[in-house]
């Protein structure tokens, strides 16, 4: 069997599984992926790999006793196998309190998440694009390390109910390292696409380049609070912090920044600067994602912060049906509307500041105000007349991205970005921020 199915060769064996199932209610989830990948180091190619992958999953529920059974392979006496399991486990278990039963068919937008460039990348592909950025790399005299990932794969949910859904979606993440021989300078870039004919190598290691060749000769500046450039890579491993925490329940039951006191959140409160807007769209051209969640709730596009304000917290089934409140489902992408300023407009624009090109190690300190600890790399420059003066030594932060959403000074045109912390791709711009609070020096490039 093939291991990316169509839409009609999923919605057959679905069906197939569905008609073993015995269960008063049956949920079943199939997947399927192919991945690829390079990775490189020290100018020369290291591993080439690859990875095929399917999987069925099954739920079995008798009233509120549920259970579930997966398997990878999809002959009929397995598949008939993992539905007797499924319902074996479920009815030795207790029953789930918080179990809402499937949902009825749904209406699904229509996301265009998959891109034939990136399913028929082969080796070959990977090899002729990362040999653009080695060339570059080498003729330079620099050390260079990168990664490059693709994946083609698709999703597929049906349900005793009629529920029926399908998804298929490409990646492709690119990031790479350059350092100076004498390991003084280091350059950071990340690129994620889903369409790989967006992909340049070449442009995008000539970003690292020019970052490791002018960070090499570092100078230690006092820490203290700075007007600083967060570019997206930097901001958004700050910003996911915020986009985690937007769940009703652990709002609702004082687990998190939404909570307020006396069992309510933060919904409708105003809690950043009113140029901040954060939404999420399964429909976006440039970061298309599942109309569809998990449980099988269509998503839509929704506002979770408008101009400061929190308009919405993700609500499950069963914590909307608790608090009388219509089910939202967490999103699949988020998205955070920008200005029109390059970042060359922004330093451009800068009296006194820092530009950051990545922070990683990050760190919760306290999740009630959501303050994250960690470092600056790869680039890290002192602005000074609108221009860059010099690089600086590496700092230790302590921030909270509330706190620092509150001293916008600007917004940049929001890019596709690729999270060094969870490898999730967002929408999001590079921002100004005044006040930004570096509390050490860092020895590390």
């Not at 029926?164 to 490409?170: D, I, K, M, V």
Request: some cysteine; glycine content about 8%; aromatic content about 8%.
């Amino acid at each position: 069997m093939a291991i990316i199915l169509t839409e009609a060769e999923a919605k057959a064996l679905l069906t197939k599984v569905l008609s073993y199932s015995k269960a008063d209610e049956c949920e079943v989830n199939l997947s399927g992926e192919e991945r690829g990948n390079l990775r490189y180091a020290r100018n020369e190619v290291s591993t080439s790999g690859s990875l095929i992958n399917q999987n069925l999953q099954v739920q079995s529920a008798f009233g509120k006793k549920v259970g579930v059974a997966t398997i990878d392979e999809f002959d009929d006496a397995s598949l008939e196998k993992v539905v007797r399991r499924s319902e074996e486990l479920a009815k030795l278990a207790p029953e789930n309190p918080e179990y809402v039963g499937v949902l009825g068919p749904q209406q699904y937008l229509k996301s265009n998440g998959f891109f034939d460039s990136t399913a028929k990348v082969t080796p070959d592909t990977r090899a002729e694009v990362v040999a653009k950025s080695l060339e570059l790399s080498r003729a330079e005299n620099l050390a260079a390390a990168g990664f490059l990932q693709d994946n083609y794969g698709f999703s597929a949910m049906m349900n005793s109910k009629g529920l029926f859904a399908y998804y298929p979606n490409t990646n492709v993440n690119f990031s790479l390292t350059v350092r100076t021989n004498d390991g003084k300078g280091s350059g950071y870039v990340a690129r994620g696409y889903s369409d790989f004919n967006k992909l340049d190598t070449a442009a995008a290691t000539r970003i690292a380049i020019q970052k490791a060749k002018g960070s090499a000769e570092a100078r230690a500046i006092e820490p203290g609070k700075y007007t600083v450039i967060l570019e997206p890579t930097a901001a958004v491993v700050l910003l996911e912090n915020i986009f985690y925490n937007m769940d009703a329940r652990s709002a609702d039951e004082g687990r998190s920044y939404f909570s307020k006191a006396g069992g309510k959140s933060r919904l409708g409160d105003k809690i950043v600067d009113e140029r901040v807007t954060i939404y999420s769209d399964p429909t976006h051209p440039e970061l298309p994602a599942s109309p569809w969640s998990g449980d099988g709730q269509a998503q839509a596009k929704t506002m979770w912060i408008d101009k400061g304000v929190v308009k919405n917290l993700a609500y499950s089934r069963y914590w909307a049906q608790k608090q009388g409140k219509k089910p939202l489902p967490y999103p699949n992408n988020f998205i955070m509307a920008g200005g029109t300023a390059s970042l060359e407009d922004m330093i451009k624009s800068t009296q006194r500041g820092i530009l950051v090109t990545k922070l990683w190690y990050i760190r919760e300190v306290d999740p009630q105000t959501i303050l994250l600890t960690g470092l600056t790399r790869d680039g890290t420059f002192y602005i000074e007349n609108g221009k860059i003066k010099h690089p600086v030594k590496n700092f230790r932060f302590n921030e909270s991205p509330v706190i620092m959403l509150n001293n916008l000074e600007s917004l940049g045109k929001p890019e596709r970005v690729v999270s060094t912390e969870s490898d999730q791709n967002y929408l999001i711009p590079p921002m100004k921020i005044r006040e930004f609070t570096f509390t050490s020096l860092s020895d590390a490039v």
